[in-house]
């Protein structure tokens, strides 16, 4: 239990002083807002999807005022967004039609419209760069060439599969009200929109440990899941204002996506077929949306019947830890002062040990 | 010249810089004054996806949305929704929904948003265009006598 303090003004003062200046020690140059959104594009993405809330500009705020404390950045941008009047729902998102900037497949070679790496770090050889030592200026690429191209068509790859009956078939039950974890309390046993939503706001290194252990052995199946399809790219956002009677785009996000393909043995009803895990962010941010992708899999392992013996099947373990806000918030109020708890636990410490030391228990 | 739909222009308004709907608005020397209904405000939007990417819908995450409602000298009123928080793009683009449903600026408008939707389309084919650059086949080696 945790008992309230009083005091320390002067004190707490100072110390957001000492932060402060912790940003300007020796007086460098401000970095601006644009080149944050620009030169540390991964971190912006990362800060949007975990802060729920798409805006590229007030992320790479966060991540200056937090001085690049990304779990307190997206605690900045969390608590902004509880101060927004909710417009509107957006159209569900068709990733069918993607501007693409990048688009692969392990599964199958020849795809249509092709594979494209888009930009990548999978194949540098992870050696530092000493140049950017001392990048004076950074000169933006012109080559422009806006001639209209051959192919704009990405079909889902993983509709070959569909074609043949051997991929499970995504259910539309056509609700239209899906949970909204900002709205509605948690409850379990969670539907898969609950879970989606959570594992989009989860937290990167989290989803990343636990898909990781799945496919190690401590997951459904222990089998090798194969992408099917990953994509990167930009797409519209559209809504349908009640005082149009139309629906409207209302401008254009960037999102990661990935199709996870995963064997299933089969069961009474069904024959061995292949299961899907998809996962889904703002942004780019493939890792993340491959981890969303072997863990959705995972929680849908009850839907199955497959045995649950493994954390990342256990609904209330991933969903209830995977929010870093609330994770972070938890284990560092242990450093607030907690000194008349911990007197007690004196107080029965020395009480139990002076029982046995006299002898009086043994 | 082709017929744009209001749908249409509201979304190629959607998808353009401030400077480029100030200009339009400029082009046409519209001075008079317009009455501002409601904002600009910066809310938020839901932002939904399907599960599976083709199922059913879920709450994917929010979008920072600012909205304008302006109404002309002429009584029309124009609506912009525009992600992010940009209060002038918001205001011109409400003022330009307004104009382009009145048939006198329709007409002087008309050229300029199909020249902003060119714009747009050309943007959009230099990203494939320079996402195609990177274009890969991959080869399989066949192992053994397979």
């Known amino acids: 239990m945790y008992v309230a303090v009083k005091g320390g003004e002067k004190a707490i003062k100072s110390s957001l002083k000492l932060l402060e200046k912790k940003r300007k020690e020796t007086g460098t140059k401000s970095i601006e807002i644009n080149q944050i959104k620009e030169q540390l594009s991964f971190a912006v993405d990362r800060v949007i999807n975990e802060g729920s809330l798409y805006d590229k500009d007030l992320s790479a705020l966060a991540i200056k005022q937090s001085q690049g404390d990304l779990v307190e950045a997206i605690f900045l941008l969390r608590a902004y967004r509880t101060t927004l009047e909710r417009y509107a729902y957006s159209t569900a998102i068709d990733t069918s039609k993607i501007i693409i900037k990048r688009r692969i497949s392990a599964s199958f070679k020849d795809i249509p419209g092709g594979q494209i790496l888009g930009p990548t770090f999978d194949y540098s050889h992870r050696l530092l760069d000493f140049s950017l030592m001392k990048e004076d200026e950074i000169n933006s690429y012109e080559n422009i060439n806006n001639q209209e191209p051959k192919n704009k068509e990405f079909p889902s790859v993983i509709d070959y599969l569909n074609n043949e009956n051997l991929l499970e078939q995504e259910i539309n039950n056509l609700n239209d009200n899906p949970f909204d974890v900002t709205r509605d309390p948690m409850k379990f046993p969670a539907s898969r929109d609950q879970w989606m939503q959570i594992l989009a706001r989860g937290d990167e290194g989290f989803l990343l440990g636990l898909s990781y252990s799945a496919i190690r052995g401590f997951g459904s199946k222990g089998t090798h899941p194969f992408v099917g399809e990953i994509k990167y790219g930009i797409v519209d956002i559209f809504i349908s204002p009640d005082e149009l009677g139309f629906e409207i785009c209302i401008g254009e996000i960037e999102i990661s996506e990935c199709q996870m393909i995963d064997q299933f043995a089969g069961n009474k009803n069904t024959p061995p077929q292949f299961t899907r895990g998809y996962g889904l962010t703002f942004g780019y941010n493939e890792r993340k949306s491959m981890a969303i992708s072997i863990v959705d899999r995972a929680l849908k392992s009850e839907g199955y019947g497959e045995e649950i013996k493994f954390p990342i099947q256990d609904q209330e373990f991933v969903l209830y830890h995977a929010d870093n806000v609330e994770a972070q918030g938890f284990v560092t109020h242990l450093k607030l002062p907690h000194y008349v708890d911990f007197q007690g636990e004196l107080n029965l410490i020395r009480k139990l040990r002076n029982e046995i030391l006299q002898g009086k228990k043994l | ?146």
Request: aromatic share 8%; glycine share 8%.
């Open chain 2, 1 to 146: 010249m082709s017929e744009i739909q209001r749908k249409d222009w509201i979304s190629i308004l959607s998808k353009t810089e401030t400077i480029d709907l100030k200009n339009c608005i400029e082009n046409i020397n519209y001075t008079k004054d317009y009455k501002i209904i409601y904002g600009p405000n910066v809310g938020s939007i839901m932002i939904r996806a399907r599960l599976g990417g083709n199922g059913d819908p879920y709450n994917l995450g929010e979008a920072t949305l600012t909205k304008c409602v302006i109404k002309l000298e002429e009584g029309t009123t124009g609506y912009s929704y525009h992600l992010g928080r940009d209060k002038i793009r918001a205001e011109y683009a409400a003022v330009l929904d307004a104009l382009m449903q009145d048939n006198n600026y329709y007409s002087k408008l008309q050229s300029m948003i199909l020249d902003l939707k060119d714009k747009i389309n050309k943007k959009e084919n230099h990203i494939i265009n320079e996402s195609n650059s990177s274009k890969v086949d991959f080869f399989t080696l066949v192992r053994g006598d397979g």
